[in-house]
């Protein structure tokens, strides 16, 4: 199974007003948009629902991709989930299966996102077409 490596920077993330406080736990909705370099060339948009507590605690988001996997070109989706177990950070990637287009139809993967010390972001994703 191929693994595509690489980094992304964030352009944009706008959030919206919390939408729902309760008892020190709030829900937030975010756009983002990213510029995908190294395996993954292309951009993103991505629409996410975070859960804050003192802490940021976990999201879950969609994010449609366009760009090229190893050169192929076309688009996909993914689905995200994040959270925390004990403190540290988990980021996970599953390709929506169905959702491939142009030279990427039929791709179907899941990989994992790791932002380092310093704040930058890095994905691994193993897929196959």
């Known amino acids: 199974m191929p693994t595509a490596h690489g980094t992304f920077d964030i352009d944009r993330f706008d959030t919206e007003k ?3 406080v309760h008892d020190g736990v709030t829900l ?6 990213k510029t995908f370099q190294g395996d993954l060339t292309g951009t993103s948009e991505t629409d996410i629902i975070m859960v804050h507590t003192q802490i940021p605690a976990a999201y879950a988001g969609i994010e449609r991709f366009e760009g090229a996997v190893h050169g192929r070109s076309g688009g996909f989706v993914l689905q995200h989930g994040a959270g925390s177990r004990s403190g540290d950070l988990w980021l996970t990637w599953k390709i929506v299966e169905t959702s491939g287009t142009g030279d990427l139809t039929g791709i179907r993967g ?4 790791v932002i ?7 994905y691994t994703i193993d897929y196959e077409l």
């Not at 380092?116 to 890095?122: A, E, L, M, Q, R």
């Open 110 to 113: 899941e990989g994992q996102i």
């Open 28 to 33: 937030t909705r975010a756009h983002i948009t």
């Open 18 to 20: 919390p939408h729902d």
């Open 116 to 122: 380092g010390p310093d704040g930058t972001h890095s």
